[in-house]
């Protein structure tokens, strides 16, 4: 046979093609290490099954040693106080420089000031009925107010200050009885509810989501 009788394979050909076998049994080759590798890692789980858990444990009792907050913190009562007939807010606190004035911290890290339980929504210092410090002249004068009140729904407070603030473009005015337990509200920031007040006429109950904190406030119109 001749020599130009003989077929040469093109060298474009053959190159990519030893590359592609090349490859092939790389991976061939290393999938048994893999394998072993994964067998590895189970047996070792299985030895040492408490370390593996041991996150999940950690962060669980961390929720579980994490007190829960008992007042505000983004809780809403699902309901209004119930009447309070004649039974006072609490025993009034003697103080030589000030008028008696009643005290609402029930527990040591409880507000002094009205509020209700995140636990059992119970209303810390209702006032009583017709409450001498909440009497009005003329109860609604300014009307009642027409706007969704209740748990169901959550007013943003849009500006103002204690004797006048703006929720959705409705004022209202807080009892000067009252000053003193919305000291620290944010009146251009804090989320509040409104539910009726059942004792005394002309006014509403506003509750701080935030604080969980409540003051009377009467309607002032638009």
Known sequence: MRVEDEEVLDPSFTQPLMKILIRSLCVVALVPALAMAQGGQAQHDA?????????????????????????????????GPTSARSTPRSAPVQNNNAP?????????????????????????????????????????EHGHFTGPIGAQHVWRLGGGGRDRFNIGGFYFAVA??????????????????????????????????????YVHVQYLGT
Request: proline letters at 12%; glycine letters at 6%.
């Open 47 to 79: 030895q040492h099954p408490q370390s593996a858990r041991q996150p999940a444990q950690r962060q669980s009792a961390a929720r579980q040693q994490s007190p829960r907050q008992d007042v505000g913190g983004g809780h809403i009562p699902p309901r």
């Open 100 to 140: 008696a004035r009643p005290s609402y911290r029930d527990r040591p890290d409880h507000p002094d000031a009205p509020h209700v339980h995140v636990t059992n929504n119970v209303w810390v210092g209702q006032a009583r009925r017709n409450d001498p410090h909440y009497h009005l002249d003329r109860p609604w």
């Open 176 to 213: 000067p009885y009252d000053y003193d337990y919305a000291g620290d509200w944010l009146w251009d920031n804090d989320d509040i509810v409104l539910y009726d007040d059942p004792d005394n006429p002309g006014w509403y109950l506003a509750y701080n989501v935030r604080t969980g904190t």
